[in-house]
């Protein structure tokens, strides 16, 4: 296939770019189809059901983190055995990841329909939008057996090195996500109901779309001939359930967060909902190079060149934190242009996700800490050790400050300060994880 890339020779960092690049784009359209959620929903709804949306963002990343963060199980899979050169084990990795796919899209769909209710009260979403935040929750639900299948079937696409049509997938189920978005809400007045069900039919197009060019791949795929391999859901759980735990501890503290911004009131909840769609491009931006990094690990740990992991991560960090330095400022120098995008004319809106953009957007690059080191972990099958850092250090540390430390000082600026200080503090806890790993896989090796 012309559009794959070779990782296990060469130069790394141009092979990486031709790799990451796609991923970026891709991973940055998946993201704005909730920012095109938010933008026309405020312009074309209300500041309410700008929240309602803004407040149930997290919640909503805690599931679709969980299938990205299981995904990486059948990345790492598949890149190991591309690594070794075993074409039949590549397909019935395929095979199993399309099955486990399915039945936990359909299994976590019905749960999250069902506990968006008590979740919503849970997380103390203002009175004013929380059933609309319900209501939005219970329709994006609908679409979790597409968006589990979507995050599978392109981990095995990235796993033979593939970037570029998953990108294809995404760029016309976005165009579809954003012209759906328009109609129900400006026109048919559906408001939030609109949006997600925009998103769930664009979900829907992006899988049909991908399972065609997978079935159009040297894996194989065929929906006839699919089989179930328990050796194989074996080592993609190994690897896939530690990091999808990550995803989601990675979503529990930002929900954690979410209550203490809500306590601020219903302009709050917006202020912030502008805001994220900004950090969330940026996250995603970031973590594609990681998810570079751990396919790059995985297929030259299949090919036996251990001495090319280090030089992989130190490659990584540099296009990360440049890419992430490079956004990060670009989006706080129109920030004002973004704000008014979503909130035109509110003011106590306005001013919120400006003390946002400030504390996190700006110094989003040291988020890099954590992502990259984190990316070389999972492609060396270490998502345990990956699992425990981000437990303890993301989600413990912003517990401590919202118990401890918050309540002597309950404003915007010093929560929002929690953000950027977790990100340095599980950083160096995972370099730290990292050189530990290295060191006794030089001496098993030896």
Same mark, same amino acid.
């Given at each position: 296939m012309k559009n794959k890339v070779d990782m296990i020779n060469g130069r790394l960092f141009p092979q990486m770019m031709k790799f990451a690049v796609p991923l970026i784009l891709s991973s940055i359209l998946q993201t704005l189809y909730n920012a095109a959620d938010s933008l026309i929903v405020g312009r074309y709804g209300s500041s309410n059901a700008l929240g309602a949306v803004g407040s149930v963002g997290p919640i909503v990343n805690t599931l679709v983190n969980l299938f990205m963060g299981l995904a990486i199980g059948t990345n790492v899979a598949v890149a190991r055995y591309r690594g070794e050169g075993n074409g039949k084990m590549?397909?019935?990795t395929s095979d199993t990841a399309v099955i486990i796919a399915l039945v936990s899209g359909i299994v976590v769909g019905i749960l999250g329909f069902f506990i968006a209710r008590p979740v919503a009260y849970l997380v103390k979403i203002d009175a004013e939008i929380i059933e609309m935040s319900i209501l939005y929750m219970q329709i994006y639900f609908l679409g979790m057996p597409f968006i589990a299948l979507y995050n599978f079937i392109s981990a095995t696409m990235r796993g033979i090195g593939d970037t570029k049509n998953p990108m294809i997938s995404l760029v016309i189920s976005g165009a579809i996500n954003v012209v759906l978005n328009i109609i129900f809400v400006k026109y048919f007045f559906m408001g939030v109901a609109g949006v997600a069900l925009a998103t769930v039919i664009s979900q829907i197009v992006g899988f049909l779309i991908i399972l065609h060019m997978l079935r159009k791949s040297d894996v194989g795929f065929?929906?006839?001939?699919?089989?179930?391999?328990?050796?194989?859901?074996?080592? %993609?759980a190994r690897i896939g359930i530690p990091a999808g735990i990550q995803g989601i501890t990675f979503s529990i503290s930002n929900t954690i967060m979410i209550s203490s911004i809500n306590s601020f009131g219903a302009a709050a909840a917006a202020g912030h909902s502008v805001e994220s769609q900004v950090e969330n491009i940026l996250y995603v931006a970031i973590n594609s190079i990681a998810q570079t990094v751990t396919t790059f690990t995985s297929q030259n740990i299949g090919a036996r060149k251990i001495r090319r992991i280090t030089p992989i991560m130190l490659c990584g960090f540099a296009i990360a934190i440049t890419e992430g330095v490079l956004l990060s400022?670009? +989006?706080?120098?129109?920030?004002? +242009?973004?704000? +008014?995008m979503f909130a035109p004319g509110d003011a106590a809106v306005a001013s919120? +996700?400006?003390?946002k953009f400030k504390y996190v957007v700006l110094p989003y690059f040291v988020i890099s800490m954590i992502e990259i080191p984190s990316g070389t972990l999972r492609g060396m099958g270490a998502t345990v050790v990956s699992m425990l850092m981000s437990l303890l250090g993301v989600c413990g540390f912003r517990l401590l400050w919202l118990l401890v430390l918050f309540p002597m000082n309950r404003t915007p600026e010093f929560l929002f300060t929690a953000y950027p200080a977790s990100w340095f503090v599980t950083g160096c806890m995972y370099i730290i994880a990292y050189i530990i790993l290295r060191k006794r896989?030089? %001496?098993n090796n030896g």
């Open positions: 590549v397909k019935k065929s929906i006839k001939g699919i089989s179930f391999d328990k050796k194989i859901f074996k080592f %993609t400022s670009i +989006a706080y120098l129109f920030k004002d +242009a973004i704000i +008014a919120f +996700a400006v003390v896989m030089n %001496t």
